[in-house]
Structure formats: structure tokens, C-alpha cells
């Protein structure tokens, strides 16, 4: 695919994608990870550390993004420390676009490295079954209303309203872990059946354990660039079409919708300034703390109507040749999941439009070429937040 036409301002691309170690990792801390997958980003594209004049941390650190420019010896002159959760990554990959597209920065890297799983492990934080108790949150925590709870709350809605059952739920962590199947760089690999993610024990009802994402350590690294580096860089681009952001709600009683998530929003935006339609899609990257994420952010994304998500979840399509192949690394139902996994979501669709998802794991589209277009959506807090960014092979 040609690279897109932006009148009056620089294309932008993805010149660089790396994760640093993931899985379990006692003995690291999330500095040495941002650092690990800043290195490995740039290596990748084949650009140096002086090239780099922009930074997109949140997260780690006092005064993130400055604590994380100073570990990786960098002096940005642009930053973003926006933080609305696992969708983060995605909207910082937006406005890191337009600080591009503007000539404020040439070279934006976004990173993030975390050891959530061996904190919790080691005793130095907790399960986060609260986000604290100040603000609105106060009305709310009082009831019980942990965070799985929230999504648990939401997902019992879709299954009232609409008539989606458990088993289409399950039928997402299934095809999950099968696209896991032949990542090595998966956490979960052995095949699961809906049967075995019915009959695990219940977590928040409807969720049972395989309804919910997995808990690791890791990091990843995502390097933009003008069009005027991409010469200078190694891989092949993969050009930012278009982004949409938005915020829905923080108080689960401000939520007009349950069956809908910010995504209807930040998805239609970014469709349409990508010129695109979501038909014209070949590999999606969805957000997938809980089965029900998956599949209301399909819906809210066009990839089907309102309601339709449990049939079209059901039948096999977001398998790895299937026809929209979801989450093809494994997704935070099995692959790896250290807390706001949206980078990952964009580092797994740049490797599959590049070509360089690997023996086995690669999508093919039904001629056999390379996928052209991507979606990579991502979600925070409980359905609070959606950055969705769409992407393109050079």
C-alpha cells in the first residue's frame, strides 16, 4: 500500500518495535526493562540514541516522563506523560503523530517496562482490586465495586440485553490461546476448550479465571519518525493513517451505556481520518484484559452490529487465519499482560503488516500477501478511556 497523503504536514511512521524480556522475571527492575526495550527499538530501526528528540513515558517514576528520559540518557524536547490506563499508549501514539506530522519533534519513542507480576509476588504492591477510594471512586468502593467487578458488571449487561452467552465468551479466550500457540514469546501456550474456561473458578461473575488476562513482567518499545528518517532506517514503514482518542466516564454510575465503549468513539475517528473502513482491515490488536473487552470493542469498532458480537466471536474468526485475525500474538488472555498492555497492541500489528511475525505466526491475507491495513484499540480503566490508532504497509 502507498504511503498515505497528509496535506501540509510530514508523514509519520513506525520505524522501530521491540518488547524487552516478558514473563517471569524475579530479578529486574522496570528501569532496566524500559531500557532493555528502548535499545532493542532502536536497533531495530537502525537509528541511534541521538536521533531520538521525543519521549512518551507514564507510569514509573516521580516525574514521569523525566525520570525515564534521564535513566535512558535522553534530552527530549517533546514529551507526553498522558496516563488514562491501558489505552495510553495508543493515544500517546496519536499525539506523538501529530507532534510529528507539526515538526515539533522528529523522533518520538514511546516505552514502558513493568514488573507488575513480581511486585505482587514479593509483597511490594497489591492485586489492584481497587483503585483507591478518593474522588468519585468514593461512592463507589464502599459497595465492593473492584475493577473486575466493573467489567464483570458490564459483560452481565451484554449477556441480558443482547443474548450473548458464556460460551461465545469463552470461545475469545480459546481463540487467544491458540494464536498464542506458536509465539515463543507467549507466557500460556497449551490449548485451552470453552469447557475448560467454564469450568474454572468464578473470579466475578460471569468471569471465571480464563475470562481474565494473566498477570507477567515486561516491557516494549515503539519508535515514530518523520518520513525524512525512514530513509536512514532498516526496516520497512509502517505508516499512522489515522488516530482517535476519547473519555467516556469514571463513575460507573456516569456510564450511559454498558453494551458501549469509548471505542465507538476513538474507532470512527480513526477510520475516517485513515480514509478507511473497518471491511478493509486484515489484522486487528484489541485491548483483551477480559474476554468481554474483545468483543464489545468488535462491535464498537463496525467489525459487526450492536448485539452481534457473541456470533461473530464464536465461529473461528479471530483465529490466525481466520477472517479478522485478532490478537495473533496471544493477546493479555495468554501472551503477556504487565499492567497498560497497549504498546504491545502496536508492536504486534507493526510485526505482522512488516512481515516479521515469525515462522507460523505470520497472517497471511487469502492471496497469500502480507497484510495491508491494522487496528490497534486500546482501552483503560473500566471502559473510561479508547485510543485507537490504524495502520498501514508501505
Known sequence: MSSPSRTGTRKVAVVGVALADCGRLDDVTPHALHAQAARRALADAGLGRDAVDGLASAGLGTLAPVEVAEYLGLRPRWVDSTAVGGATWEVMAAHAADAIAAGHANAVLLVYGSTARADVRAGRRTGDL???????????????????AKYAMAARRHLHEYGTTLEQL??????????????PEAMFREPITVDDVLGGPVIADPFTKLHCCLRSDGGCAVLLAAEDLVRDCAPRPVWVLGTGEHVSHTTMSEWRDFTVSPAAVSGRLAFERAGVRPADIDVAQIYDAFTYMTLVTLEDL???????????????????DGELPTNTDGGGLSAQHPGMRGLFLLVEAVRQLRGDAGEGRQVH????????????????GWFCSSGTVVLARD
Open 130 to 148: 481497587s483503585f483507591g477510594a478518593r474522588g468519585p471512586l468514593q461512592f463507589e468502593v464502599p459497595y465492593g465495586h473492584s475493577l473486575i
Open 170 to 183: 469463552a470461545s475469545v479466550a480459546v481463540q487467544a490461546r491458540a494464536n498464542a500457540a506458536t509465539n
Open 302 to 320: 463496525g467489525f459487526c452490529a450492536k448485539g452481534e458480537g457473541g456470533a461473530f466471536v464464536e465461529k473461528g474468526r479471530l483465529l490466525r
Open 365 to 380: 491475507r487469502a492471496d497469500g500477501s502480507l497484510p495491508e491495513l491494522a487496528v490497534a484499540s486500546g482501552t483503560g
